[in-house]
């Protein structure tokens, strides 16, 4: 099991750039893929990005592609969300999450999940 903290989250305003950050801490953190995932209010929670355990293969969600960028530093135990161009329909709680078997779109696949930072893009 892996403990997981994210921060970074606040109040921005469109087009700003903003980046968050998971700290793990725990289990090995190199023997997990990680996710990012966000809910904004009255709507389900949903996949962000995902990077596997060494980083080589990564996937986002058309809506951030482009814009969004996950990285991680084994070293640190962290995961990071660079968020560029923010749109105020990128508001939501974002949350990460760490998988032990590969990296996955669908969040019901993650094993241990954040507490979620607020982001909140006004225009």
């Known amino acids: 099991q892996v403990q997981l903290v994210e921060s970074g989250g606040r109040l921005v305003h469109s087009g700003d750039s903003l980046r968050l950050s998971c700290a793990a801490s725990?289990?090995?953190?190199?023997?997990?893929?990680m996710g990012w995932f966000r809910q904004a209010p009255g709507k389900e929670r949903e996949f962000v990005a995902t990077i596997s355990e060494r980083g080589g293969t990564i996937y986002y969600a058309d809506s951030v592609k482009g814009r969004f960028t996950i990285s991680r530093d084994n070293a640190k135990n962290t995961v990071y969300l660079q968020m560029n161009s923010l749109k105020p329909e990128d508001t939501a709680v974002y949350y990460c999450a760490a998988r032990r078997v590969g990296v996955s779109r669908t969040s019901r696949n993650y094993d241990d999940w954040g507490q979620g930072t607020q982001v909140t893009v006004s225009s």
């Open positions: 725990g289990s090995s953190f190199s023997n997990y893929a």
